[in-house]
DNA sequence: ATCCCTGCAAAGCCTTTGCAAACCT
DNA sequence: AGGTTTGCAAAGGCTTTGCAGGGAT
């Protein structure tokens, strides 16, 4: 789904707003996408397999870059670390089971009612970031959730 | 909202589960009640006010004790510690304006329409902990959303 | 030649944990 | 008395920051 054409986009982007192109921000922005939702932690870990010498505190600095220019999202998807996905895949928002702890995405029109009843009282929701937690009615609970 | 009735009723909770009344659970319950939406750090200034020596994990350790009793939630309004609110404030879920930091609690009935679908695709919605993150259409920006 | 970006190391928040003393029942 | 709870102190995740060297433009 990310072509050349949206590649030699968001390089553009990122020099029309006064950053430098450098090979930890591609490789950061990468992982991101082939990884799907990942804490900087996991995203360390895979540009690592490229390139040992990459530093977390790198990773943090460029994953916020990566937001502020639209690239990539995070999401509160556990207690712990948050997690980071490419926005090349469609927007989304998560459902969270806390039995099984599975991750669904949901299409944005789910929400449409919700966000539409927000907006007449002067509220814009940023569904991109939007994360409900909840149960399955049908799911085999993990072994961490006693 | 929070008579007598209501207060004999959690300490019978509270020893039913085997659960011991202390000085430090009733302070940290009345504190919450008192603080609308504290953070740990909050709920243990106020507590202090009654008592000097009680321990920042001794809150830690009660609000976890008072969530599993159901007497307190928490939601996460910021990117910094948790809130925690008293339960008999009726249940609620949160909007979060980045722009103006503003928080605002609205009624369960306005996310019907999306809790039912959710239902009707197997996932119960924790309504309670839901917070809503975007922006009032019309506020003023505070010092720090710069 | 700039001055942005990175790696490194240290510090900072927030939260959890081990343990012995104190306390509730 | 007996097991629960607390305070204290230390450790543990995760994230941020200061700084000097290295690199993109």
Chains 1, 2 share one sequence.
């Not at 806390?98 to 995405?105: F, G, P, T, Y």
Request: proline share 5%.
């Amino acid at each position: 789904m990310a072509g050349p054409a949206e590649s030699s986009d968001w390089r553009e982007r990122l020099r029309a707003r006064g950053y430098r192109l450098t090979p930890q921000r591609e490789m950061v922005l990468r992982a991101v996408e082939e990884l799907g939702h990942a804490t900087p932690d996991e995203v360390l870990g895979k540009v690592r397999e490229q390139s040992a010498a990459v530093n977390i505190s790198t990773v943090y600095r460029t994953l916020e870059v990566l937001e502020e220019l639209g690239l990539v999202r995070h999401a509160h998807l556990s207690d712990r670390a948050p997690t980071y996905h490419s926005i090349s895949d469609h927007e989304h928002f998560h459902l969270v089971c806390r039995n099984c702890q599975k991750v669904v995405s949901v299409d944005p029109d789910v929400l449409k009612p919700l966000t539409d009843r927000l907006e007449a009282d002067g509220f814009v929701a940023d569904v991109g970031h939007l994360t409900v937690f909840g149960h399955c009615t049908t799911c085999t609970p993990t072994e961490e959730s006693s």
